[in-house]
C-alpha cells in the first residue's frame, strides 16, 4: 500500500517537474467571497423582545488579471455589487417584504425607523427587481463588505431556505462583469426557547411563579413566559430597578413594558453584546455571561442531563440553530468516526462546555478559540499529533503549539485577540476567502456552500488550485511563490503547497522507502522558480 502512494507521489511530482502549465483562469480577474459567519441568527418574531435582528455581512476580496490583491479599488476603477441568485433548484431570496415583523419593531427595539429591506447598517436586499447592490471599501483590510444585510431564511416562494445565494460581482467603470462569485448568506431563526418555557408543556422549573401566561400566538406565549420569570427572578435586586431606569423600562417590570406599556425589550440594552456593540447597564452581566451561566445547570428535556454536559451538541442545538439548519456543518462538524460513525467533534470540543462560555473572564465572540490550538504543525514539527480534535490539553487550557504554521494573527482584530476570520494568509487573502466561514469551512454539508468551490475550481474543498487567482504557475514572480505545485485536481489543474514543507512531509512519511526513492522525491519535486 504504502509502495502504490509513493509510486502515486512520485508521478504526480514527476508531471510537475516535466511541465508547470497554465490551465485555467487564463489571465481574468478574480473575486473571492464569504458570508463573515458560519450562520447569522435572527428571531422569528419581535413582538416581546429581540436578541438579534436580520443583520448578515459579505465580504471579498479582488485580484486582477496578474493575480494581484487589489488595495486601491479607485486607482483599479472598479466596484463591487451583490445581488440575489438562484441556487440549482431555482430558490431565491431577493426581499425581506412579508418575511418578519421586525420592520414594525424596529424603532421601538433599536432606534431605527427603516423602511422594508434596508438594513441597521445601512445595506439593504436587492428588492422585488434585483437591483445590484454596492459593497464598501474597508482599507485597513483591503476587503469589500456589505454589512448588516437584512435577509431572512424564507424565499420569494414562501419557503423555509437557510442558505440563500448571492451573486458578488467586481465591475469596471463600463458596468461590464470583470468577475463573480456565488455565496451563501445563512441565516436562520431558530434561536427557539420552546423546549423549557412553553405554556403547560415546558419544564417545571421555568414556570413563572404567577403562572404559565398562556398566550394563543405561540412566538410570543414562551417569551412572555420567559420576561414574567426574569422579572419574577430579579425584581429583588437593586441593580434591576436601576437597568429598568436607565434604560427608560416601566419600574414595574419587562413583562408589563410590553403587555401594558406596548415597549418591546431588547435584551443588550441592559445587557452588553459584542455582537451588537451595546455596553449595557451597570452590574449587569453580558448576555452570553448572563445566558450560558445561567442555563449550565439547566436539564436537557430531550435525555436528563445538564446543559452543562459536554458529551453532545444537542445541548447547544436546544436553542442555537440548530437541529434544522445545521450551524456547525463544516469540515469538524462532519467528521465522523469510520469505526462507528458517531462525530468525531462537538461544539464543546472547540468552545468548552456552557459553564466555560458563560465565565464571567470572557468577553462572548472575542474570546473564541483559534486554529493552531487544534492544527499543531506539520509532519516535521508539532506537538504530538498534526490535529487534534479538542482545542483543550486539559479542562479549560486551550493549546499552544510551538509551531505556528497554521496560526490565526495574533493581536487581530485587537490587542490579545486572535480570529480565523479576520486572519489574513497567501497573498494578503483572508483566511475565510479559502477555507469558507466559520462552522461552514470547506468542503461543507451543504450542497449550496460547495457551489461557490465547484465554480472556482472544479471541486469541493478549500480553495487550493493557484490558476484560482493566477493564470499559470509561471506567471507567479519568484520571489513570492508559494512553491511547487505537487497534486493534480479534478479538473487536471494543480494544487500548490509550499515546496520546502511539501519535501519534508512527504520524505519524513516515507522514510522507509530508502535513500534512492528519497532522491527521486527530491528531483522531482523541484520546479523552476
Same mark, same amino acid.
Given at each position: 500500500?504504502?509502495?502504490?502512494?509513493?509510486?502515486?507521489?512520485?508521478?504526480?511530482?514527476?508531471?510537475?517537474?516535466?511541465?508547470?502549465?497554465?490551465?485555467?483562469?487564463?489571465?481574468?480577474?478574480?473575486?473571492?467571497?464569504?458570508?463573515?459567519?458560519?450562520?447569522?441568527?435572527?428571531?422569528?418574531?419581535?413582538?416581546?423582545?429581540?436578541?438579534?435582528?436580520?443583520?448578515?455581512?459579505?465580504?471579498?476580496?479582488? +485580484?486582477?488579471?496578474?493575480?494581484?490583491?487589489?488595495?486601491?479599488?479607485?486607482?483599479?476603477?472598479?466596484?463591487?455589487?451583490?445581488?440575489?441568485?438562484?441556487?440549482?433548484?431555482?430558490?431565491?431570496?431577493?426581499?425581506?417584504?412579508?418575511?418578519?415583523?421586525?420592520?414594525?419593531?424596529?424603532?421601538?427595539?433599536?432606534?431605527?425607523?427603516?423602511?422594508?429591506?434596508?438594513?441597521?447598517?445601512?445595506?439593504?436586499?436587492?428588492?422585488?427587481?434585483?437591483?445590484?447592490?454596492?459593497?464598501?471599501?474597508?482599507?485597513?483590510?483591503?476587503?469589500?463588505?456589505?454589512?448588516?444585510?437584512?435577509?431572512?431564511?424564507?424565499?420569494?416562494?414562501?419557503?423555509?431556505?437557510?442558505?440563500?445565494?448571492?451573486?458578488? &460581482?467586481?465591475?469596471?467603470?463600463?458596468?461590464?462583469?470583470?468577475?463573480?462569485?456565488?455565496?451563501?448568506?445563512?441565516?436562520?431563526?431558530? +434561536?427557539?426557547?420552546?423546549?423549557?418555557?412553553? &405554556?403547560?408543556?415546558?419544564?417545571?422549573?421555568?414556570?413563572?411563579?404567577?403562572?404559565?401566561?398562556?398566550?394563543?400566538?405561540?412566538?410570543?406565549?414562551?417569551?412572555?413566559?420567559?420576561?414574567?420569570?426574569?422579572?419574577?427572578?430579579?425584581?429583588?435586586?437593586?441593580?434591576?430597578?436601576?437597568?429598568?431606569?436607565? +434604560?427608560?423600562?416601566?419600574?414595574?417590570?419587562?413583562?408589563?413594558?410590553?403587555?401594558?406599556?406596548?415597549?418591546?425589550? /431588547?435584551?443588550?440594552?441592559?445587557?452588553?453584546?459584542?455582537?451588537?456593540?451595546?455596553?449595557?447597564?451597570?452590574?449587569?452581566?453580558?448576555?452570553?455571561?448572563?445566558?450560558?451561566?445561567?442555563?449550565?445547570?439547566?436539564?436537557?428535556?430531550?435525555?436528563?442531563?445538564?446543559?452543562?454536559?459536554?458529551?453532545?451538541?444537542?445541548? %447547544?442545538?436546544? %436553542?442555537?440553530?440548530?437541529?434544522?439548519?445545521?450551524?456547525?456543518?463544516?469540515?469538524?462538524?462532519?467528521?465522523?468516526?469510520?469505526?462507528?460513525?458517531?462525530?468525531?467533534?462537538?461544539?464543546?470540543?472547540?468552545?468548552?462546555?456552557?459553564?466555560?462560555?458563560?465565565? &464571567?473572564?470572557?468577553?462572548?465572540?472575542?474570546?473564541?478559540?483559534?486554529?493552531?490550538?487544534?492544527?499543531?504543525?506539520?509532519? /516535521?514539527?508539532?506537538?504530538?499529533?498534526?490535529?487534534?480534535?479538542?482545542?483543550?490539553?486539559?479542562?479549560?487550557? +486551550?493549546?499552544?503549539?510551538?509551531?505556528?504554521?497554521?496560526?490565526?494573527?495574533?493581536?487581530?482584530?485587537?490587542?490579545?485577540?486572535?480570529?480565523?476570520?479576520?486572519?489574513?494568509?497567501?497573498?494578503?487573502?483572508?483566511?475565510?476567502?479559502?477555507?469558507?466561514?466559520?462552522?461552514?469551512?470547506?468542503?461543507?454539508?451543504?450542497?449550496?456552500?460547495? /457551489?461557490?468551490?465547484?465554480?472556482?475550481?472544479?471541486?469541493?474543498?478549500?480553495?487550493?488550485?493557484?490558476?484560482?487567482?493566477?493564470?499559470?504557475?509561471?506567471?507567479?514572480?519568484?520571489?513570492?511563490?508559494?512553491?511547487?505545485?505537487?497534486?493534480?485536481?479534478?479538473?487536471?489543474?494543480?494544487?500548490?503547497?509550499?515546496?520546502?514543507?511539501?519535501?519534508?512531509?512527504?520524505?519524513?512519511?516515507?522514510?522507509?522507502?530508502?535513500?534512492?526513492?528519497?532522491?527521486?522525491?527530491?528531483?522531482? /519535486?523541484?520546479?523552476?522558480?
Amino acid at each position: 500500500m504504502k509502495t502504490k502512494m509513493l509510486r502515486a507521489w512520485v508521478v504526480a511530482s514527476l508531471l510537475v517537474g516535466l511541465s508547470c502549465q497554465s490551465f485555467a483562469g487564463g489571465g481574468q480577474w478574480t473575486v473571492v467571497a464569504w458570508n463573515n459567519l458560519g450562520m447569522h441568527c435572527m428571531d422569528d418574531d419581535y413582538s416581546v423582545f429581540s436578541i438579534l435582528p436580520p443583520f448578515n455581512t459579505i465580504n471579498a476580496q479582488v +485580484m486582477d488579471a496578474a493575480g494581484h490583491l487589489i488595495t486601491d479599488p479607485a486607482a483599479a476603477g472598479i466596484t463591487v455589487t451583490y445581488q440575489a441568485i438562484a441556487n440549482p433548484d431555482g430558490s431565491i431570496n431577493t426581499t425581506s417584504l412579508g418575511k418578519t415583523n421586525f420592520y414594525d419593531y424596529a424603532a421601538v427595539l433599536y432606534g431605527a425607523n427603516v423602511p422594508v429591506d434596508a438594513g441597521l447598517a445601512g445595506k439593504s436586499m436587492p428588492g422585488a427587481a434585483n437591483t445590484p447592490q454596492a459593497m464598501n471599501w474597508v482599507a485597513g483590510m483591503n476587503w469589500f463588505e456589505a454589512a448588516g444585510i437584512p435577509i431572512c431564511p424564507t424565499d420569494d416562494a414562501g419557503h423555509k431556505n437557510a442558505y440563500p445565494l448571492m451573486r458578488v &460581482s467586481v465591475k469596471n467603470a463600463s458596468n461590464a462583469v470583470l468577475a463573480s462569485a456565488d455565496v451563501v448568506v445563512p441565516v436562520s431563526d431558530e +434561536m427557539d426557547c420552546r423546549a423549557c418555557h412553553k &405554556s403547560g408543556t415546558g419544564s417545571a422549573a421555568a414556570m413563572p411563579a404567577a403562572g404559565w401566561v398562556n398566550d394563543a400566538n405561540d412566538k410570543r406565549d414562551f417569551r412572555l413566559n420567559i420576561l414574567r420569570l426574569h422579572d419574577e427572578k430579579n425584581a429583588a435586586k437593586p441593580t434591576y430597578a436601576a437597568a429598568l431606569a436607565s +434604560m427608560g423600562y416601566p419600574s414595574q417590570g419587562l413583562y408589563h413594558s410590553v403587555v401594558n406599556a406596548n415597549k418591546q425589550v /431588547l435584551c443588550a440594552h441592559c445587557h452588553a453584546s459584542e455582537a451588537l456593540g451595546t455596553g449595557g447597564a451597570a452590574g449587569v452581566p453580558p448576555l452570553t455571561a448572563a445566558m450560558h451561566s445561567k442555563h449550565a445547570t439547566v436539564i436537557n428535556p430531550t435525555n436528563g442531563l445538564q446543559l452543562d454536559n459536554i458529551a453532545s451538541r444537542n445541548s %447547544c442545538y436546544m %436553542c442555537h440553530p440548530g437541529s434544522e439548519t445545521r450551524c456547525l456543518r463544516g469540515a469538524m462538524g462532519s467528521a465522523v468516526n469510520p469505526a462507528d460513525g458517531s462525530l468525531v467533534m462537538q461544539c464543546q470540543s472547540c468552545h468548552g462546555n456552557m459553564a466555560a462560555v458563560g465565565a &464571567s473572564t470572557r468577553t462572548g465572540w472575542l474570546h473564541e478559540p483559534n486554529c493552531q490550538a487544534c492544527h499543531s504543525g506539520d509532519a /516535521l514539527a508539532n506537538e504530538g499529533q498534526i490535529r487534534f480534535t479538542s482545542v483543550f490539553t486539559s479542562g479549560t487550557t +486551550m493549546r499552544v503549539p510551538a509551531n505556528q504554521r497554521f496560526a490565526t494573527n495574533t493581536n487581530t482584530p485587537a490587542a490579545g485577540i486572535s480570529l480565523f476570520r479576520f486572519s489574513k494568509g497567501h497573498g494578503g487573502l483572508v483566511c475565510s476567502a479559502c477555507h469558507g466561514s466559520t462552522h461552514a469551512e470547506y468542503p461543507s454539508l451543504h450542497r449550496d456552500d460547495n /457551489l461557490y468551490a465547484w465554480n472556482k475550481q472544479g471541486h469541493r474543498g478549500k480553495l487550493a488550485d493557484c490558476t484560482v487567482c493566477h493564470a499559470s504557475m509561471a506567471s507567479i514572480p519568484s520571489a513570492a511563490r508559494i512553491g511547487c505545485v505537487i497534486m493534480p485536481t479534478s479538473r487536471g489543474r494543480w494544487a500548490s503547497m509550499n515546496a520546502a514543507n511539501a519535501t519534508a512531509a512527504i520524505i519524513a512519511a516515507h522514510r522507509s522507502h530508502g535513500r534512492r526513492q528519497i532522491a527521486r522525491l527530491r528531483r522531482s /519535486l523541484a520546479c523552476s522558480r
